[in-house]
């Protein structure tokens, strides 16, 4: 297994946004993590990526556990993710914006900026081909010189997914990756994420459109209150009555 969860919980004062929840992810899959709104999703993705400490539970990735890392290493080690609401600097330029989140998300040469070594220019030298090669992967490479304000909805899903590959990740997670975005660019979108496990990524997606996610996922984990409350491949899970019930009863 790539990443296993063990008996992961998180209280925010009384409300405990997920509880025990245990899970794994195979490497080479595309996971999808459904359930109403409110349900945890965005906690479970914020607690693997190092963006909330757990309050009890471990994540183990690659073997090591990750649970009490910070969010920048936990980026180095090759877990990368894109926000439910994309966090992208509107007046910056495409190119920039995953420039600069690169540098945000792995910390990488905040001293070298300072003192402007050779070797900053060096880095600087490697960052900008990443980021040109993450913007052709994900076919944003002719928007590259656009700021992000003139771009359109699913122009932006598409920065957020480069931002994401560009410290590298062996996983990928993505909130709402599709939100927004009409059916013709839903399709694009997911042929985006079946192109990264191509590519040997692994991918974790947070969903609401239920015909991508039954088309696409290889394995379901469902929420509800924090818990975990089926799993499986999307067949199980569309005839599951936990799941059902879960949906229609709120
Ligand atoms: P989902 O992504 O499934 O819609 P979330 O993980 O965003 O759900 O939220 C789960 C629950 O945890 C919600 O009740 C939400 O209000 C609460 N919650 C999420 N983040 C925080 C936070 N930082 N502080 C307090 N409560 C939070
Ligand atoms: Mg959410």
């Given at each position: 297994?790539?990443?296993?969860?063990?008996q992961l919980t998180k209280s925010f004062g009384g409300l405990t946004a997920v509880q025990n929840v245990s899970a794994s992810i195979e490497r080479g899959t595309i996971?999808?993590?459904?359930?109403?709104?409110?349900?945890?999703?965005?906690?479970?993705?914020?607690?693997?990526?190092?963006?909330?400490?757990?309050?009890?539970?471990?994540?183990?990735?690659?073997g090591e556990d990750i649970s009490r890392l910070k969010a920048d290493k936990i980026a180095?080690?090759?877990?990368?993710?894109?926000?439910?609401?994309?966090?992208?600097?509107?007046?910056?330029?495409?190119?920039?914006?995953?420039?600069?989140?690169?540098?945000?998300?792995?910390?990488?040469?905040?001293?070298?900026?300072?003192?402007?070594?050779?070797?900053?220019?060096?880095?600087?030298?490697?960052?900008?081909?990443?980021?040109?090669?993450?913007?052709?992967?994900?076919?944003?490479?002719?928007?590259?010189?656009?700021?992000?304000?003139?771009?359109?909805?699913?122009?932006?899903?598409?920065?957020?997914?480069?931002?994401?590959?560009?410290?590298?990740?062996?996983?990928?997670?993505?909130?709402?990756?599709?939100?927004?975005?009409?059916?013709?660019?839903?399709?694009?979108?997911?042929?985006?994420?079946?192109?990264?496990?191509?590519?040997?990524?692994?991918?974790?997606?947070?969903?609401?459109?239920?015909?991508?996610?039954?088309?696409?996922?290889?394995?379901?984990?469902?929420?509800?209150?924090?818990?975990?409350?089926?799993?499986?491949?999307?067949?199980?899970?569309?005839?599951?009555?936990?799941?059902?019930?879960?949906?229609?009863?709120?």
């Amino acid at each position: 297994m790539l990443l296993t969860i063990d008996q992961l919980t998180k209280s925010f004062g009384g409300l405990t946004a997920v509880q025990n929840v245990s899970a794994s992810i195979e490497r080479g899959t595309i996971t999808a993590v459904i359930g109403p709104n409110g349900a945890g999703k965005s906690t479970f993705f914020n607690l693997i990526s190092g963006f909330h400490l757990p309050s009890s539970g471990n994540v183990i990735y690659k073997g090591e556990d990750i649970s009490r890392l910070k969010a920048d290493k936990i980026a180095r080690l090759g877990v990368g993710r894109t926000f439910q609401t994309t966090h992208l600097f509107e007046q910056a330029t495409v190119l920039d914006n995953v420039l600069i989140g690169h540098r945000l998300r792995t910390k990488a040469g905040l001293f070298d900026a300072i003192f402007r070594t050779k070797r900053e220019k060096l880095e600087q030298k490697k960052c900008l081909q990443k980021a040109e090669e993450v913007l052709e992967f994900v076919g944003a490479s002719s928007i590259a010189y656009a700021p992000i304000s003139a771009i359109t909805q699913e122009q932006q899903k598409r920065v957020a997914f480069a931002l994401a590959l560009a410290t590298d990740p062996e996983l990928v997670l993505l909130d709402e990756p599709a939100a927004g975005v009409n059916p013709d660019e839903t399709e694009g979108l997911a042929e985006l994420m079946k192109k990264m496990v191509n590519h040997g990524k692994t991918v974790c997606l947070i969903e609401h459109k239920m015909p991508m996610v039954m088309s696409l996922a290889d394995h379901i984990i469902v929420l509800n209150h924090g818990q975990k409350i089926a799993e499986g491949k999307p067949n199980d899970i569309k005839n599951d009555e936990n799941v059902i019930n879960a949906y229609l009863g709120g």
